[in-house]
């Protein structure tokens, strides 16, 4: 069973950046994502890594958001720059090791506020 466990959530003013983190308790050499959801919206995926080497983004981060990988700490992370208020959410990670189930962290909030 791996666990993982976010971090890096906060509140920022509009404009500014976040970078938040996922580690894993175990090796995944599949896929790492980032979803978020926001009060009385359906989830949405916002990132996602495959591999270490290929990425997704969703339309409404592309050129904001950047997605990596540690390999050597199982750690993942979510750059995030130029934060809008329709950024707010909680953002959750998920990793997945090919034809294994999914694991799920419990979520960071980010909000975005002046």
């Known amino acids: 069973q791996v666990q993982l466990v976010e971090s890096g959530g906060g509140l920022v003013q509009p404009g500014g950046s976040l970078r938040l983190s996922c580690a894993a308790s175990?090796?995944?050499?599949?896929?790492y994502a980032w979803y978020r959801q926001a009060p009385g919206k359906q989830r949405e995926l916002v990132a996602e890594?495959?591999?270490?080497?290929?990425?997704y983004y969703g339309d409404s981060v592309k050129g904001r958001f950047t997605i990596s990988g540690d390999p050597a700490k199982n750690t993942v992370y979510l750059q995030m720059n130029t934060l809008k208020p329709g950024d707010t959410a909680v953002y959750s990670c998920?990793?997945?090791?090919?034809?294994?189930?999914?694991?799920w962290g419990r979520g960071t909030q980010v909000t975005v506020s002046s």
């Open positions: 175990g090796s995944i050499f599949g896929t």
């Open positions: 890594i495959i591999s270490g080497v290929h990425t």
């Open positions: 998920r990793a997945q090791n090919p034809g294994g189930a999914p694991y």
